[in-house]
């Protein structure tokens, strides 16, 4: 008896107290023996014989039971910590992207001018003579074109210098009214500190029918997207010569290092230089076959803008894709 019911407390899994539960409790299992035993006991005795056996199930019973409770919530925590998830685990970080501060000084200046309804077009970058020089009054052998150091093609096309060719893809495709800004990527043989090989610019170009477009209608628009841009600067704008426009000019912000005070950034003249613009010349028009018309133009860089908004004193470095760069603009 004893010896059964060490059997069971010390059955190592369910699956041998299942073989000693068949061996005890089975039809042909010990018990059973033991109670088909009970016809040969003579009749005195047979009352506390049974009495005995009865005890003996009983016992080995509550023994079996008690194992096997205890077996299965061994085998059930097992399982549960071999499941385990530990919920109080930092997880991997994920390191989140962001806008390349270019991109983001970008979307910043298209959403100011998509705001007042100008609409957003595009040209190609590989681009030829005319829409890039010819038709904004740039002849060949004018000297503006020095200005400009082009990346010219062994066919005679070239990449883009400026934005200003979307200004004319534009006229010549559409009629007046026209209010649009183009934004894009440009070319120039140049690579300093403030000047790479490709830049981005964001053209503006507004015409109407008659007379109605004036130098006050861009002196506003350009003074309250500038507000928008830098906050409450100083907006100033300084005679200057581009072909495409008559009279031009150059728009500078008072400089918001120093407030106007003279700085290095601002080579301490007090005012940053961030736009070129006027009112579009008449040979313009003349070479999209546009009469009695009126409009204004400006075109900025992009770079420019992105380098003065988060003080980034090398433009070099936006195109070098160096991480440690890119992660101060998460
Ligand atoms: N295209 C000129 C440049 O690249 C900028 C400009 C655009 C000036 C439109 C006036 C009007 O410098």
């Known amino acids: ?43 005195p005795e047979k009352k506390a014989y049974a009495e005995g056996l009865n005890r003996q199930k009983e016992e080995l019973t509550q023994a079996f039971e008690a194992r096997k409770a205890a077996l299965e919530r061994e085998a059930l925590e097992r399982q549960m910590a071999a499941e385990a998830l530990d919920v109080s685990l930092y997880g991997k970080l994920h390191l989140k992207g962001a806008l390349h501060p270019v991109r983001e000084t970008m979307d910043r200046i298209v959403e100011y001018f998509t705001a007042l309804n100008f609409a957003v077009e595009s040209g190609p970058m590989v681009e030829d003579d005319f829409h890039n020089f010819e038709a904004l009054n740039l002849p060949k052998h004018h000297p503006a074109r020095d200005m400009q150091d082009t990346f010219y093609f062994a066919d005679g096309t070239l990449l883009r210098t400026h934005t200003s060719p979307v200004q004319i893809r534009t006229m010549m495709r559409s009629k007046p009214p026209i209010r649009i800004i183009a934004p894009g990527a440009v070319f120039r043989r140049d690579y300093d500190l403030t000047h790479t090989p490709m830049f981005h610019q964001v053209e503006g170009l507004v015409v109407e029918e008659g007379d109605s477009v004036s130098f006050a209608n861009l002196k506003w628009i350009l003074t309250d997207f500038l507000r928008h841009m830098f906050g409450e600067v100083e907006v100033r704008f300084r005679p200057s010569f581009f072909p495409f426009t008559e009279p031009s000019a150059e728009v500078d912000i008072s400089c918001i290092f120093c407030k106007g005070e003279g700085c290095r950034v601002c080579s301490r003249t007090g005012w940053l230089e961030v736009l070129g613009c006027g009112v579009v010349d008449p040979n313009v028009f003349e070479a999209v076959g546009y009469k009695n018309v009126s409009g204004y133009a400006f075109g900025l860089g992009v770079e420019r803008f992105a380098m003065l908004l988060h003080r980034i004193p090398d433009l070099r470095s936006l195109f070098e894709g160096d991480i440690r760069l890119l992660e101060q603009f998460r």
């Open 1 to 43: 008896m004893e010896d059964l019911k060490h059997r069971i407390t010390a059955a190592a899994d369910l699956a041998e107290l299942e073989k000693i539960r068949i061996e005890i409790f089975g039809k042909k299992g010990i018990l059973a023996s033991r109670f088909a035993k009970l016809k040969e006991i003579p009749g």
